[in-house]
């Protein structure tokens, strides 16, 4: 009896050595065209160096290169176009999209938004026609804003679906977490989290930004607070620019302070005088970190938060009779109409700058957010939804549409894929998505956009008015890229 | 170190115990009466908040606010009896873990419930005080020369008010009513309370209802604040610190115990990045308010298990 | 008491073990990822039902050690540049270490004060990962989880055992990335963990341990050390929870302050108590059940957001805990003993009939 565990174990344990075996070679990906050496900064995993068929007998060892692997000069799959290319009557296709989010958890007041958006706009297409005919299907999963969720709806859907073009994700933690997966499994990702980690950390590569990461948002504030000072600074302040980071917890909320953005800050002359973290809650107390940040002689505060995060921090304002003492400002989920469900007076939220990688709503003379106005009303959205989440996945979509388009042209339809797609997206140069609502270039080797305005909120809801037009900002992406 | 703001953050940590110590009351209230310790207690709070919500928003029934209120706690008080027939009273005997199961059990059933219900949207709940326009109490002494001027929120002063009456309330009644006294009867000695002709099944369930009714006034009392949100019931988990320090069956005890609790939460604060320690650690101190309740349970289990003023009979081993 | 009698027996867990490890050849990935949940949480429940089950302890920080074997795995890992296999009994070890320290108050109080005391690592753990050295533990974001890597030499310019080249490491490399490859190690070390637990319970100090559950004064006259029992039982529980923390790390690939918490630490104390305290096939059925019934919760939401299209953001977060508490509640009401015991009881009947009703 006491023999038997061990023998089992061991045997178990061959058993394992020798199916792991087969495993790996049964699974070897087909040979994939290496992607364009210039535009892919990660080790492709797939770039394999031997051109391993896969149905080599399983125990069959694999060749080591002794060169090192030979990059092909631009093998564009364009080259060889078949006769059979299908791009365009795509009537009984169906092209699959997923999107994953939390719409139970503490970002729920953001996600709802962005979920009405993303349906009314597929809606929206497949009504008038498609892409070339081929009809969108999405699918979403609850994260309630937990990782493991959004691992676990991850491998549910790449298991239900060998060729995932596009994956939506709306959180900076899941879209760090799945970044290098989005790669192993060459599944483009266009995300509404802007964690630099994200989109240029070890491992990323098909992470794809509807907009800024969020140091370069905190760094082309600094540029413009540095030099606007004497007009922008609080009554009370001098000429020293010191900057209380008061934010969330977790990658979101400490995404806008990096070593990059740090130094950014310190060559501008900008102090960082004080970093506090209060509860990722509606009913947070920001009174002590206020005082705290008062204490420190802090005179700008950002804040990298959403709906009620800047609320919080408004109210605590309120409370503690500290109106004109700080600039505010914050990341561009901040300035939302969300805010105001939260905030105890609107004028409390006069003031607050953030900014701001697309149109708004007041923009009425912009086709696109004429369409995307038409859109809220006919759907019936909630006046809670008529806010940035809805109006940047309308963008969001129309901005696949066309990447998509694009792929097909390349490609064709029947080779589409998310390796198709992202080269679509990579080369496609500057993206005018929903007539402007925003505006993306990946063709330069980022994965975010560079070109954003600067808002100020000033009145009441809506007046979220052009502090500083469509201008580039500072490039903080992380080192190493 | 911030000495100039010590008088703030001590009154306004005293003043957040406040609802804390109502919540920790209710707690120790199920605990005194049938050796319950409620792990439900942040969900039916969370219910009862929701529902007063509910009852008084646009949305929902659209009830005066103090009408709303009134609902909202006959609703708890329902679910408090509801529970405590329902799941409990089969539980009569069975070990500790068992119980302890359930009351988590019943959490879990209860957040899907308000889940399932109200959704997962965060509320604006009625704000009855004004935020912008704070109290402002000068101290009758000088730091540095400075005036101290302590800043509050009106809101912030009047939970507490709310809460401390309702501690009162709760007291005269255990006091001086025929109920209360023989819930107190019960709470000595099942047997001898039973021998004298108190139904303790009815008590019991007093107990519940009564606790549900006061989590949700904590709740209301939290929630106007700023907002409504499932988080809400976090609360509850700081509560528990407080029930522990004050004494698991004594009334005053949570009451003091939530107090304490707030006061320290409010004086981690205080370290600047000129802490002797140096700013990391003073940081880390300003972030720790989450788990201070549970280092001071932590030194209390420790040095004094039974609490402030809790009856010394823990089994030692 | 073995748990196996015949012969047949064996046969019937080698099959079913073999068809386990060949899961992925046969099956989606995402029943294999399912399998690999439920298998990390296996090893989870084992250790709280040493701790629980066995020697009657009630801990509400299993999620928390957890945390602390995920973070010391990656950190040996990526920062010492451990392989894995190395970095996970070692990872498990440390989540010992912290579980001792905090089953210090088990010194002094049980019951409900020791309940409180163990729910204090449910905070101050993760607390520790958001705000103690961040430049390590990147504070509330987390870390990234490196993959776990087999290494091989290169022989004669061939990769062998389905290995494939990698430059960077200038080796033959097997890389555990998805569910797929990562059920094997969560399989051996399920066996493992079973088997190390299984041996526990019969020995002298599972006997000790019961003792101490059952009642702690007498075990103290027959020379039993509670204490010194009960902390065991605690190192043990924090090394399984450790080791089973670093297998979910490295499968999510990211581990946070929020990755497991508070509501896994209720999760498995509901596995223990649905699968049966106290035997070795209780955390096995009752991680099974218990996902299963997350599962079926997902699967069943759409069809409550067509009943109650007001809520549909809310189904899957609310079916969860809703599903999850009532199927406790159901057991604790009229099944305290657990599915081990239903599985006892027709098992007997089976070996009866026909004589058994």
Known sequence: MRKNPLLILLSIVFLALLLSGCASAAEEPTPAP??????????????????????????????????????????????????????????????????????????????GPLVFGMQDAVNALNASGGIRGAMLDVQFADTAGSVDEAVAAYDRFTSEDDNVLAMITYGSGEAEALASRF???????????????????????????????YPDQLGYFL?????????????????????????????????ALTTESRAYAESLGVNIVAEEIYDLSPSADTTTA???????????IWTNTLAFGPAALMNGIGALGLQGQFVLAGDNWAMDLATYAFVSDPSLAVGLITPFPYLWWNDADNPGIQAAQELFDANERPAGAHNVGYLLLLAGVDLLRQSIEVAIDTVGFDALSGQAL???????????????????????????????????????????????????MPDLRPAGE | MNWQLLPQFAITGILNGGPVALIALGIVLIFKSSEIFNFAHGQMLLIGTMSTWWFAAEEG?????????????????????????????????????????????????????????????????????????????????????NPIVVILRQNLVWTFVIAIICVVVLWLFFQFTHTGLSMRATAEDHETAQSVGIRINRVFGISWAIAGLI?????????????????????????????????????????????????????????????????????????????????????????????????????RI | MSVLRKRWQYVVLFVGLAALFLLPAYSSESTVSFVNRVLIAIVAVQGLNILTGYTGQISLGQAAFMTVGGYASTLLVTQLGWNFFFALPVAALSAGVVGLIFGLPSLRVKGFYLVMATLSAQFIIPWITRNIYGDILHGAQGLNVPVPIIKLPVINNLCFFGTQFDGELGACVYRFATSDQFIHISLVVVILSTIVAHNISRSRLGRALVSIRDNDLAAELLGIDPFAYKLKAFFIAAVFAGAAGAMLAHNLRHINSVTVNLTDSILF??????????????????????????????????????????????ATAALRPLIFGLALIVFLIFEPRGLAHRWKLTKAAWRMRPFSR
């Open chain 1, 34 to 111: 290496p992607p364009e050496p210039t535009e892919v900064p990660v080790v492709e995993p797939v770039a394999e160096p031997t051109e391993a068929p896969a149905e080599e007998p399983m125990e069959e060892p694999t060749a080591v290169p002794t060169e090192e692997p030979v990059v092909e000069p631009t093998a564009a799959p364009t080259e060889e176009p078949e006769p059979m290319l299908r791009t365009d009557n795509l009537e009984g296709e169906t092209i699959h999209l997923y999107h994953f989010g939390d719409l139970s958890g503490p970002y729920a007041a953001i996600t």
């Open chain 1, 183 to 213: 790669v192993e499994d060459q599944i483009v990702n266009l995300t509404a989290g802007f964690s630099a980690e994200a989109f240029y950390g070890p491992g990323s590569g098909y992470t794809f930004g509807l907009g800024p990461i």
């Open chain 1, 223 to 255: 540029d413009w607070l540095v030099a606007n000072w004497d007009e922008a600074k609080p009554a009370s302040a001098g000429d020293e620019i010191n900057l209380a980071y008061l934010s969330w917890p977790g990658a979101f909320g400490q995404g």
């Open chain 1, 290 to 300: 206020l005082l705290n940040a008062q204490a420190a002689g802090a005179n700008v």
């Open chain 1, 422 to 472: 992202y080269d679509a997206l990579t080369t496609m140069g500057p993206i005018q998505a929903l007539d402007g609502v925003i505006r993306v270039d990946y063709s330069d080797g980022s994965r975010s956009p560079h070109n954003v305005q600067l808002r100020q909120i000033q009145g009441g809801p809506d007046a979220f008015n052009v502090l500083q037009d469509w201008t580039d």
């Open chain 2, 61 to 145: 029934m659209g009830l005066p606010l103090w009408l709303a209120v009134i609902c909202a706690m006959g609703v708890s008080v329902l679910l408090g009896l509801l529970i405590e027939r329902v799941t409990l009273r089969p539980m009569t005997g069975q070990p500790l873990l068992s119980i302890i199961l359930m009351t988590l059990a019943l959490g879990q059933v209860l957040q899907g419930l308000t889940i399932l219900t109200f959704g997962t949207t965060q509320r604006n709940f009625p704000v009855f005080f004004s935020i912008t326009d704070p109290y402002k109490l000068s101290l009758p002494f000088q730091y540095n020369g």
């Open chain 2, 215 to 315: 989590a949700t006034i904590g709740g209301i009392l939290i929630a106007t604040a700023s907002g409504l949100d499932l988080s809400l019931s976090i609360v509850a988990l700081i509560a528990f610190p407080a029930v522990l320090l004050g004494g698991l069956e004594s009334i005053p005890g949570a009451v003091i115990g939530g107090l304490l609790i707030g006061l320290v939460q409010g004086l981690v604060a205080l370290p600047t990045n000129d802490f002797f320690l140096g700013p990391a650690v003073a940081q880390a101190i300003r972030n720790s308010t989450e788990i201070v309740p549970y280092i001071i349970l932590l030194i209390v289990l420790v040095i004094r298990p039974d609490g402030l003023f809790g009856q010394k009979r823990i089994e």
């Open chain 3, 269 to 314: 104390m509901g596995m223990l108590v649905v699968g049966g305290l106290g035997t070795s096939l209780g955390p096995i059925f009752g991680a099974t059940l218990v996902i299963l019934l997350e599962e079926i919760a997902t699967v069943m939401s759409p069809w409550v957001i067509s009943v109650l299209p007001d809520n549909a953001a809310g």
